[in-house]
């Protein structure tokens, strides 16, 4: 309903009311309202009768006469040494994190034994929000993994969380699937012994399902796209390591296809 927002003064004696509403996994979808005032009250939406509240439009002139031709990135290219604004981290990132090499560099990151454990808990995932229904990622990377429990992935996190990752093993690459919740260590639910250096991993979602991928074939099982606290579900990119790790991982390019069944 219309709450935690603002009713909006716009010329010509007319007004609205910016809000969100909740979509679960999918975040917190923004809504602009017209509003009518019914004897000093504002009723928001599309009022069928002035003794009842509103109900939202199904669809509706556009209220604010404003032109833009800003757009949210949904892919990244890395391309200039730059990362497009897309993305969140659960810290503030410092150096230690990232840096460029021809793609996004990521540092097989140790911050703790329990976001060692447990990804959820870990201040250097990138992560961006959804932005479709229906869609498809692409990441490629090259690996360059040095010490034992290096690693580099793809997630989907929520409070619930799928995870695709490559970790060195006793020298020997694992393709793994990890399952996680909030509070929780990662469980590995798939494990697969790899050779290549240079990968392609992948996720499919769908009405709120998905699965991953390597290098364009499905593989593991399907999860439920789970909401964060208090957020919506993202998903996005790594690289972690143990105390010792100096090893990384150089992201080529993060491909999102919208709509994508």
């Given at each position: 309903?219309?709450?935690?927002?603002?009713?909006i003064?716009?010329?010509?004696?007319?007004?609205?009311?910016?809000?969100?509403?909740?979509?679960?996994?999918?975040?917190?979808?923004v809504?602009?309202?017209?509003?009518?005032?019914?004897?000093?009250?504002?009723?928001?939406?599309?009022?069928?009768?002035?003794?009842?509240?509103?109900?939202?439009?199904?669809?509706?002139d556009?209220l604010?006469d404003?032109e833009?031709?800003?757009?949210?990135?949904?892919?990244?290219?890395?391309k200039?040494?730059?990362?497009?604004?897309?993305?969140q981290?659960?810290?503030?990132?410092?150096?230690?994190?990232?840096?460029?090499?021809?793609?996004?560099k990521?540092?097989?990151y140790?911050?703790?034994?329990?976001?060692?454990?447990?990804?959820?808990l870990?201040?250097?995932?990138?992560?961006?929000?959804?932005?479709?229904?229906?869609?498809?990622?692409?990441?490629?990377l090259?690996?360059?993994?040095?010490?034992?429990?290096?690693?580099?992935?793809l997630?989907?996190?929520?409070f619930?969380?799928?995870?695709?990752?490559?970790?060195?093993?006793?020298?020997?690459?694992?393709?793994?699937?990890?399952?996680?919740?909030?509070?929780?260590?990662?469980?590995?639910?798939?494990?697969?012994e790899?050779?290549?250096?240079?990968?392609?991993?992948?996720?499919?979602?769908?009405?709120l399902?998905?699965q991953?991928?390597?290098?364009?074939?499905?593989?593991?099982?399907?999860?439920?796209?789970?909401?964060g606290?208090?957020?919506?579900?993202?998903?996005?990119?790594?690289?972690?390591?143990?105390?010792?790790?100096?090893?990384?991982?150089?992201?080529?390019?993060?491909?999102?296809?919208?709509?994508?069944?």
């Open positions: 309903g219309p709450h935690q927002g603002a009713l003064d716009l010329p010509d004696d007319k007004w609205a009311f910016i809000h969100f509403q909740d979509k679960g996994a999918y975040g917190r979808i809504h602009l309202e017209p509003v009518k005032w019914c004897s000093g009250w504002p009723l928001c939406g599309d009022v069928k009768d002035e003794l009842l509240c509103g109900t939202p439009v199904d669809e509706y556009y604010v404003v833009s031709d800003y757009k949210i990135d949904i892919s990244d290219n890395f200039n040494n730059k990362m497009s604004l897309m993305w981290t659960p810290a503030n990132k410092p150096k230690d994190f990232y840096s460029f090499d021809k793609g996004l990521l540092n097989c140790y911050h703790n034994e329990d976001s060692h454990k447990a990804l959820n870990a201040p250097n995932v990138f992560l961006t929000k959804i932005s479709s229904e229906h869609f498809k990622v692409f990441t490629k090259k690996l360059s993994l040095i010490n034992d429990e290096d690693e580099s992935g997630t989907f996190m929520g619930k969380y799928g995870t695709i990752l490559v970790r060195l093993i006793n020298g020997k690459k694992h393709l793994l699937i990890l399952e996680g919740a909030y509070n929780e260590v990662d469980r590995i639910i798939y494990d697969e790899i050779d290549d250096d240079e990968i392609t991993l992948n996720m499919y979602f769908k009405d399902v998905y991953f991928g390597f290098n364009n074939r499905r593989i593991g099982p399907k999860f439920i796209a789970d909401r606290r208090w957020i919506g579900g993202k998903y996005g990119i790594f690289s972690r390591g143990n105390k010792n790790s100096c090893g990384y991982s150089v992201f080529k390019y993060f491909r999102v296809i919208n709509n994508a069944k």
